[in-house]
């Protein structure tokens, strides 16, 4: 289905969701209210004409304004994808979890809290997945710094 | 000891790993048991953990290109291509046709390879020894061919963005002609000692069972959704590279000795996934041209503003790269979605309820790299 049918049927059913929508992007994206976030995921899911029964990957992007949170969705189904990001403040980056829409989402999301310091809200098991449960800070962000030591030992 | 009955004692936890013959790395498997039954198996990952998403915000897009060989290092030329075709993508190159062929063959060769590598880790977890010393044989030949195009062994830095380091070693062709006709019968002993082997099959039909919705919900991709009966290849579905050109089969599990998604499914999908490379190989070598191996680029690669997600079918699933660019010579953010990195999260999803020795054929079946999984 085009990216623009998909769009269309978002504003139809949620209509305060979209932020922006970008058509012009290699990989065409929409912009949304993180607020919304659950509402447009289970949408795009359930929908029958959009079916988007895999997600892809989540990344974090440290930008100077604000943590984006990108999700590549993706239908085996009907062979189209698409990409939501949301905006979130970099004090107190908080969104709702997609985990009760696909269950790939679980692994994803822990890795963006670990690396990212993003909180998603209604996680089953929010832990640190790469770094050890103890390291302080999120290594992704731009500003982060490296530690001196770690248990002792000079890194 | 006395008066106590046996349903009074607690749940057992095992820790399985890290260092453990049969996770195929430095995986740990918390394992929660009742007796031999695993009521509950929690992958515990991130001890090969080397940053190499950060590490590419600080280098050129071109350095970048020998780490990827480290992610999943048992097909490092198809982590290459997947890297080099998104950096492409993004800039918008066009590859040279030459290098399109060397490319595919290079991508179904490590394809082999790698399915050599899963197959015989396989057997050996199950304690079928044999067939892994073969399957070693057989993929030191295509070691061999990588070694006379690139120098390495393992970590092959063989792609560049808009080609191919070099060109095919004189002798080349010939050697891979003498491999494909000494390989295709090689997988009938495989068979024979492995596939339809009475023992091989009770230890893995109808074992781990991963149905297809389940697949699709954690985001399991390559011979493992398959396995489930899903028809899915994205050298068939979404095409890159030159793979329209070829004809080949997309084999998926039907469940012919237990039921569909098992263990053995994902193995055999594998089995047949060798055959259908050497059909792709065998037709890339009669269309290769001649011609220009890289396309004209300047030396540093400054690619434009935007952002640009691209994946290939890898041995072990869809390898996808996130690059957002800001027009410097290093990417702003890079993200890797490795496809071992899901297979293993539907991990804690099939094992409940098996015994141990069962959750070692999983665990095998799903072919898991924990270079890619940690990054």
Not at chain 1, 105 to 121: I, K, P, S
Not at chain 2, 28 to 45: Q, S
Not at chain 2, 192 to 209: C, D, Y
């Amino acid at each position: 289905m085009e990216f623009s049918r998909i769009v269309d049927l978002i504003r139809e059913k949620i209509p305060q969701a979209i932020i922006e929508v970008n058509e012009k992007a290699i990989d065409p994206f929409v912009k949304i209210r993180p607020d919304h976030l659950n509402a447009v995921a289970r949408l795009l899911k359930g929908e029958e004409e959009i079916g988007m029964d895999m997600l892809l990957s989540i990344s974090g992007v440290d930008y100077p304004e604000s943590i984006t949170v990108v999700y590549h969705i993706f239908s085996i189904k009907n062979n189209h994808s698409l990409v939501l990001k949301v905006d979130l403040p970099r004090d107190n980056p908080k969104v709702d979890t997609v985990e009760n829409v696909w269950k790939a989402a679980n692994w994803h999301e822990r890795e963006t809290y670990d690396l990212f310091g993003v909180v998603f809200e209604g996680h089953p098991d929010l832990r640190r997945i790469l770094l050890p449960d103890d390291w302080e800070g999120h290594p992704l962000r731009k500003d982060y710094k490296y530690p001196p030591t770690y248990h002792g030992l000079t890194l | 000891m006395k008066g106590r009955d046996w349903k009074e004692y607690d749940e057992l936890n095992v820790n399985m790993g890290p260092q453990h013959p049969s996770t195929h790395g430095v995986l740990r498997l918390l394992l929660k048991t009742d007796g031999e039954i695993v009521k509950e198996a929690i992958p515990h990952i991130g001890y090969l953990h080397r940053s190499i998403e950060k590490i590419a915000e600080k280098i050129s897009y071109t350095q970048f290109i020998p780490y990827t060989d480290r992610l999943d290092y048992l097909a490092a030329m198809n982590n290459n291509l997947a890297y080099t075709l998104t950096v492409e993508k993004l800039m918008g190159i066009e590859v040279p046709e030459r290098a399109q062929y060397i490319r595919v063959i290079m991508a179904e060769l490590n394809r082999i390879a790698s399915h050599l590598v899963a197959i015989g880790t396989f057997g050996l977890d199950l304690g079928v020894v044999t067939p892994f010393f073969y399957a070693f044989r057989e993929r030191e030949y295509i070691l061999d061919l990588f070694e006379m195009c690139c120098g390495a062994r393992l970590t092959y830095n063989y792609m560049r963005i808009g080609g191919v380091a070099n060109d095919l070693p004189p002798g080349f062709m010939d050697r891979l002609k003498d491999f494909l006709d000494y390989f295709v019968p090689r997988v009938e002993e495989y068979n024979q000692l492995m596939s339809f082997n009475k023992i091989f099959i009770e230890r893995t039909a109808g074992i781990g069972v991963l149905p297809a919705d389940v697949a699709k919900n954690y985001g399991v991709t390559g011979p493992n959704l398959r396995g489930s009966g899903v028809k899915w290849d994205l050298r068939k579905n979404l095409p890159y590279c030159i793979y329209p050109r070829f004809e080949f089969n997309i084999p998926v599990g039907t469940g012919m000795v237990g039921k569909v998604g098992d263990s053995w499914d994902r193995y055999w999908v594998r089995v047949q996934e060798m055959l259908e490379s050497v059909k792709i190989i065998r037709q890339a070598m009669e269309q290769i041209p001649g011609g220009d191996i890289r396309a004209k680029l300047p030396r540093l690669i400054k690619p434009p503003v935007g952002e640009v997600f691209f994946r290939a079918e890898n041995p072990r699933g869809e390898l996808g790269f996130y690059i957002i660019s800001d027009g410097s010579p290093s990417p702003y953010r890079l993200k890797i979605r490795a496809p071992s990195f899901c297979n293993l999260s539907v991990f804690e999803e099939i094992s409940r309820d098996w015994m141990i020795a069962d959750l070692v054929a999983i665990l095998g079946s799903l072919d898991i790299v924990l270079g890619e999984i940690d990054r």
